[in-house]
C-alpha cells in the first residue's frame, strides 16, 4: 500500500518569507513517481513537477524548488520569497513506477502567505 | 485547447434524487478518473479508467457509478444522493499511466 503525509495542515507566512513544505511517503516500490500539485483559492489544480525515483537530483524553478530524499522518503518543497499569489492548498502525490496505477495523493498543506 | 470540461459546475440535489456528472477530455488521453475532495480529507480516487471499455474502482467508490462512453467521454452517475456525498469533485485524464494527471474545474455537489 502506498501513503502520502503532509503533516503541515496549514503555515502563515509573511510576504517574502522562504517557506517549506513537507511531504513523507511510504512505498514497497523501488521505482515510483512523486507530484506535486497547487490548487489555488479558484479552485483549480495546477501541475507542478514530476519526478521519478531514479532521479535525486534537487530541481529548481524560480523561486520553486524541490528537495527529494530517497533515505528518509521525502520529497519536500521550497518558495523563496513568499508572494501573495503562492497563497493555495498544495498536494504532494505518489504513483508506481511499473505497472498501471493511480495517483495518492496527501492530505494537502494550505499556505497563506500575508501581505 | 479545451482540455478537461465538466458539466455541471454546481448541482443541488435532494437526498435521494440522482444526477450524472460528465466529463470529457480532448487531448486523446487513455486514462480518465474521478476524484472527490473534502476538507482535510485531500483527494479520494472514486473510480477510474485505464483505457476504453475499462472501469475500476477506487478508494471510496460506494454510492457511484461510471460509464466509459469513449475514449473522451468518462461520466459518474449517483443514483440515490445522498448528503454524505457532498463535495467537490474532479475529472482528470493522462494520456499514460506514468505522466502526470490533468483536471478539469471541478463540480460542486451540494446533497440537502
Known sequence: AQKVTQAQTEISVVEKEDVTLDCVYETRDTTYYLFWYKQPPSGELVFLIRRNSFDEQNEISGRYSWNFQKSTSSFNFTITASQVVDSAVYFCALRRHSGYSTLTFGKGTMLLVSP | ?112
Open chain 2, 1 to 112: 485547447n479545451a482540455g478537461v470540461t465538466q458539466t455541471p459546475k454546481f448541482q443541488v440535489l435532494k437526498t435521494g434524487q440522482s444526477m450524472t456528472l460528465q466529463c470529457a477530455q480532448d487531448m486523446n488521453h487513455n486514462s480518465m478518473y474521478w476524484y472527490r475532495q473534502d476538507p482535510g480529507m485531500g483527494l479520494r480516487l472514486i473510480y477510474y479508467s485505464a483505457s476504453e471499455g475499462t472501469t475500476d474502482k477506487g478508494e471510496v467508490p460506494n454510492g457511484y457509478n461510471v460509464s466509459r462512453l469513449n475514449k473522451r467521454e468518462f461520466s459518474l452517475r449517483l443514483e440515490s444522493a445522498a448528503p454524505s456525498q457532498t463535495s467537490v469533485y474532479f475529472c482528470a485524464s493522462t494520456p499514460d499511466w506514468t505522466g502526470e494527471l490533468f483536471f478539469g474545474e471541478g463540480s460542486r455537489l451540494t446533497v440537502l
